[in-house]
């Protein structure tokens, strides 16, 4: 996705989506976490959703983006998905 003006002038926040009981710490603060997390941009914001390094998600490699949709509705990062 391009930076448009539009985009830039928008609200723009960063959701992380961080396993639960993982074994290690996350880095919520860039996106440069150790476990390589997916990074997915929104209208109003982007949602990072890191990876389990317990491996509960290796057999769904769909899961994060999916996760990372869902968090993006729940927050309104991207209104226009709701229509
Ligand atoms: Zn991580």
Redesign the pocket.
């Known amino acids: 996705m391009s930076g448009s003006a539009a985009l830039r002038s928008a609200m723009n926040e960063t959701f992380h989506v ?1 396993p639960t009981e993982d074994r290690l710490w ?2 919520e603060v860039a996106d440069l ?3 390589g ?1 997916h990074v997915e941009f929104f209208p109003r914001g982007k949602v990072v959703v ?2 389990a390094l317990d491996g509960r998600h290796g057999d769904d490699p769909a899961w994060a983006r999916r996760r990372a949709h869902e968090v993006a509705r729940e927050q309104a990062l991207a209104e226009d998905l709701l229509l």
């Open positions: 961080v996350h880095e976490c150790v476990c997390p890191h990876h």
